[in-house]
Every structure is written in structure tokens, then in C-alpha cells.
């Protein structure tokens, strides 16, 4: 499975968009970009996946570039409880086809009022 | 709602006991899995099933065995439990390709 990079920080404003970035440079033709994240003291929560196109769910939108070399991760208005450590990870989507579910450090966002 | 119940919250240990980690999801996934959690090593995969009676080694197998005889159950089996398997256990199911979903996770403490 390929590596990404996260930064391991950021701030984010009460209601205002965060964005979260990921690079995936080593991305392989056949595996999808997910993301997690992981609240304090609970398990780890799926947010949204992707191959290529932009996705967008009640959760949260995820923007692949063209070359699918990096994504972010948009909460569009982020709340006191989207405060988690997000992770982005990158396999192919079938445990049988050796795509297991790797999460390296994440970016530990804080949303403050 | 994807329901995965893992059967105990805390749950405390003496060193050299056999303890049985039980973990069921309600929503028929082909797939569950177990990590472990630590601080400073983050999530780490030890085994996943891809379907009953299949076993796959993760990243961190040793010390640790599974058992999956139905689908919706997946069992985390310390044979010998020592101090360093002191951790936050975390339990997993998904469908092929989709998003995995988590238990609230067993603290485990051996003593």
C-alpha cells in the first residue's frame, strides 16, 4: 500500500471550513484514498473514499487532483466535535487482493471556538 | 446503523492467562480485523478475516492467534497474555471496497 504524508497539526476556526491535506505521491492506478478519523478515547470513525472523481457525502467532501498525487479533506463547517486526529490512507479496496487498512500518525485537528 | 460490539470495555489480566477478545458486527461484512492502539505507535493491524474460517497475518501477529467460525463473530485470542500486550484493542468489519467500521474498544491491562 502506498505511503501518504499528513501534517501532524492544525488549527481550524468554530464554523469555518478545514481543510485536510494528504500527499499520496506513490499512489498506485488501482487504490482508492480513504478517510478516518479517531475521536478521543473512541474507535476510529469512517468519513469517505475515493478513486478519482471529487466525493461528497453528510459528512464531508474529498477533492482528488488529476494526477491523484495528493487529496484533501473538507469539513465545511467544522464544530468543536470534529476535533479528532484524522487519518488519510491509501489501498486497494479488496482485503484479498492484499489491500489492508495501514493508518500511519494522521493530522490531529483542533477546532477552537 | 453498522453496529460492532466488542464484548468487554476494560478488562484486567494476570500474566499467563488465556484471554478471549470477542468482537460481533451486525451488518453481514465478509470482512473484520483487529489493532491495537498504543501511544506513540499509533493503530497497528495483528490479524484480519476476509471470510469464515479465513485468517490473514497483519502487521504484528505474535503472541496473538483468531478465530472466526461464524460470520459475524471474530475472536482475538491471547494464548499466554504478558505485560507489553497491556494496550487498547480495536475490533473492525467492512464490505469488499467499502469503508471499514469500529467498536469502542477493549482496554486491556495485564497484570
Known amino acids: 500500500d502506498a505511503k501518504t504524508t499528513q501534517p501532524p497539526s492544525m488549527d481550524c476556526a468554530e464554523g469555518r471550513a478545514a481543510n485536510l491535506p494528504c500527499n499520496h505521491s506513490?499512489?498506485?492506478?488501482?487504490?482508492?484514498v480513504y478517510w478516518y478519523r479517531q475521536i478521543h478515547s473512541q474507535g476510529p470513525q469512517y468519513i469517505i473514499h475515493?478513486?478519482?472523481n471529487n466525493e461528497t457525502n453528510e459528512m464531508a467532501s474529498l477533492i482528488i487532483t488529476e494526477d491523484r498525487k495528493s487529496s484533501t479533506l473538507i469539513l465545511p463547517h467544522a464544530t468543536l466535535r470534529d476535533t479528532a486526529v484524522y487519518y488519510c490512507?491509501?489501498?486497494?479496496?479488496?482485503?484479498?487482493?492484499?489491500?489492508?487498512?495501514?493508518f500511519g500518525q494522521g493530522t490531529e485537528l483542533s477546532v477552537k471556538p | 446503523d453498522v453496529k460492532v460490539t466488542q464484548s468487554s470495555r476494560y478488562l484486567v489480566k494476570r500474566t499467563g492467562e488465556k484471554v478471549f477478545l470477542e468482537c460481533v458486527q451486525d451488518?453481514?461484512?465478509?470482512?473484520m480485523f483487529w489493532y491495537r492502539q498504543d501511544p506513540g505507535l499509533g493503530l497497528r493491524l495483528i490479524y484480519f478475516?476476509?471470510?469464515?474460517?479465513?485468517?490473514e497475518k497483519g502487521d504484528i501477529p505474535e503472541g496473538y492467534s483468531v478465530s472466526r467460525e461464524k460470520k459475524e463473530r471474530f475472536s482475538l485470542i491471547l494464548e499466554s497474555a504478558s505485560t507489553n500486550q497491556t494496550s487498547m484493542y480495536l475490533c473492525?468489519?467492512?464490505?469488499?471496497?467499502?469503508?471499514?467500521?469500529f467498536g469502542q474498544g477493549t482496554r486491556l491491562t495485564v497484570v
Open positions: 473492525a468489519s467492512s464490505s469488499q471496497g467499502a469503508g471499514a467500521f
Open positions: 506513490t499512489i498506485s492506478g488501482n487504490e482508492y
Open positions: 475515493g478513486l478519482k
Open positions: 490512507i491509501v489501498r486497494v479496496p479488496h482485503w484479498n487482493q492484499g489491500g489492508k487498512l495501514i
Open positions: 451488518m453481514d461484512h465478509e470482512n
Open positions: 478475516s476476509y471470510d469464515v474460517k479465513m485468517k
